[in-house]
């Protein structure tokens, strides 16, 4: 899988203790990487980093990326061969609450980052992972191409676009015509779902949290239509960055759409009835209540589109939607049914999904 590019290598991971960084350092231990984590904090509770005993198999360091010194000096004595960059602030809502946190650990510490990578006397493929929300979204019906405007009108959006644009301003001053430096590219996707995500404000852990307890979860917006992505995809996408940025220096400074298949589209209800199918568990009678449901108008959906990951990366998404909610029931309803050890369940839905990309010759899982 991905040219054996990550076996015996050092790879550093901003962001290990969150949901993605959870689900990145499973796939890269099995892959046979030695992993290093950065993480200022762990920012839920349950949390998948600690319920996967995941700090006994990795270097953690406890750090905030805002402090450029001690990022530098984690940074400068790892010597990774990869870097993901997945600390972040992620919650649209918190933004609204902590302006300052957003912005200063999304933008400016992605800008230490590239400040400590700058100096770097080591070869190294970084991956700097933004979001779909850094595009300015003018509400049109077509799929965001990578050279489309950047902005957001909220913080968390805000943030991303900032960030985008220190990395873009970064490479041109910096890195795209020294060829001693680190290669650095950008992986852009949207919400995702999975087991392990504890996040608050998702319909999906207050759905497993009130069926694990034998109660119904009370729904608001039942219509509501998402493009649900499971979070493996976008991983499979950074990997698949990452492995080209090691192996070529054609993409260098190229930023990426990891964006789910175009009939993901479903809404709030049919995803928990689907969820409902792969619940192991005794089910309350009304597993879910529509309490006031609100007269909402929709925001109009931004989607991506993911050809150049397509022509660049001979990357696509893999899942069709009932496989994207099979595997995130399975994951939730194994931790509160069964006795197993999660961090096997975790490495087995990965191998389930490699399998399923495999069939479908996704040229990555060579
Ligand atoms: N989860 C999604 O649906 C989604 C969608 C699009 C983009 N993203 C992006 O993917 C990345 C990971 O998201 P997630 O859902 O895993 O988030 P998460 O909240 O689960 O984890 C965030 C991680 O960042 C770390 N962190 C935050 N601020 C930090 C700081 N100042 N210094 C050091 N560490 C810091 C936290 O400790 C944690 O490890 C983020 O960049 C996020 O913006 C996530």
């Known amino acids: ?16 203790t969150g949901f993605k960084g959870s689900w990145l350092t499973c796939w890269l231990l099995s892959l046979g990487a030695d992993v290093t984590g950065i993480s200022k904090d762990i920012p839920s509770n349950p949390s998948m980093f600690e319920d996967l005993d995941l700090e006994s198999k990795i270097n953690y360091h406890n750090s905030d990326i805002r402090d450029l010194n001690e990022l530098s000096r984690i940074i400068n004595q790892e010597k990774p061969e990869f870097l993901f960059h997945l600390a972040a602030q992620p919650i649209v809502s918190t933004s609204y609450s902590d302006p300052v946190e957003t912005i200063s650990s999304n933008a400016i510490g992605t800008m230490n980052i590239l400040e400590t990578l700058r100096h770097a006397n080591f070869n190294c493929a970084a991956v700097l992972i933004t979001s779909d929300k850094s595009y300015d979204n003018v509400e049109w019906v077509w799929g965001y191409k990578e050279s489309d405007k950047m902005g957001g009108k909220d913080i968390y959006s805000g943030s991303k676009g900032a960030a985008e644009l220190i990395i873009k301003s970064y490479f041109h001053s910096f890195f795209e015509n020294n ?37 119904s979860v009370k729904i608001r917006c039942p219509d509501a239509t998402r493009p649900w992505q499971h979070v493996l995809e976008p991983l499979s996408g950074y990997l698949s960055l990452g492995q080209n940025l090691y192996s070529t220096k054609d993409n ?7 964006g789910p298949r175009a009939e993901q589209n479903r809404t709030v209800k049919d995803l928990l009835d689907t969820m409902l199918i792969h619940w192991k568990k005794d089910l309350p009678k009304r597993p879910y209540v529509i309490s006031d449901t609100l007269p909402f108008k929709e925001a109009s959906l931004l989607k991506l589109n993911c050809d150049k990951a397509l022509s660049h990366l001979k990357w696509d998404a893999t899942l069709e939607y009932d496989q994207t909610v099979k595997m995130t029931s399975e994951w939730y309803s194994s931790y509160f049914n069964d006795d197993i050890d999660m961090y096997k369940k975790t490495i087995d839905q990965i191998s389930e999904y490699v399998a399923l990309a495999s069939k479908r010759d996704s040229s990555w899982t060579l």
């Open 179 to 215: 060829e001693s430096l680190p290669r650095i590219g950008v992986g852009r996707a949207g919400n995702v779902i999975g087991g392990g995500d504890w996040a608050k404000d998702r319909i999906i852990v207050d759905a497993v949290r009130s069926w694990s307890n034998s109660k």
């Open 252 to 258: 260098v400074g190229e930023a990426y759409n990891f």
């Open 1 to 16: 899988m991905f040219n054996n590019v990550y076996k015996n290598k050092k790879v550093l991971i901003t962001g290990n």
